[in-house]
């Protein structure tokens, strides 16, 4: 019996040994520390990481990231001494051109989407409407809700409109146009929350 245990504890260096010749350490203790970590979504790694035009007059649009609508930066080009009603209709055209463009690879990596198409054109008021009012070549009923709700809340937010949070917004003569509004709610669930709108009076 003393010849044999004595032979297993003689034989334990040796197997530790070999172990660590196998690149084992006999003595490590298991560890998971998890996966590695990743980047946390809607939040982008470096500062300018979101915008994507170099010159022009600094903007913020919404896209699409999780469950809600997110304010990234952008720039739109518009010419020095522009007057007003056209500046209004140059800066509507620059922040959809921005909305329908195709995130960047750090924001797609975060999480953005946007679910503005591309072949959407804005033009100013028709007779009778609102001074405030921007036209789309497509009616914002057929838009789908995200979509409205990125540019409701882009349009409403920006030198396009009036600074009060929302915006008079028609498709194609003779659809009437309507004021929509950017709320909270609409901000966080622009997929169930449509922006709500009202008729508005003629000129």
Known sequence: MKRGRARRLLALPLLAGLLTGCGIRATEV???FGPAPSRVRCS???PGAATQSPRGVAVQVFLLCGSSLVAVDRAVRVPEGTVDSARRVLVAQGLLDEL??????AEK???YTTDVRGDIKVSGPAPKDPD????LSASPGGLTSYALAQLVCTFSDSAAAEGDGSVVLGGPVPERPRRYECTDEVRSRPGSAEPPSTDV???
């Open 201 to 203: 009076t003629d000129n």
């Open 109 to 111: 990596e975060a999480g």
């Open 132 to 135: 405030d009012t921007l036209r």
């Open 44 to 46: 982008l790694a470096e």
């Open 30 to 32: 298991p560890t998971d």
């Open 100 to 105: 329908a463009e195709s995130p960047s690879a």
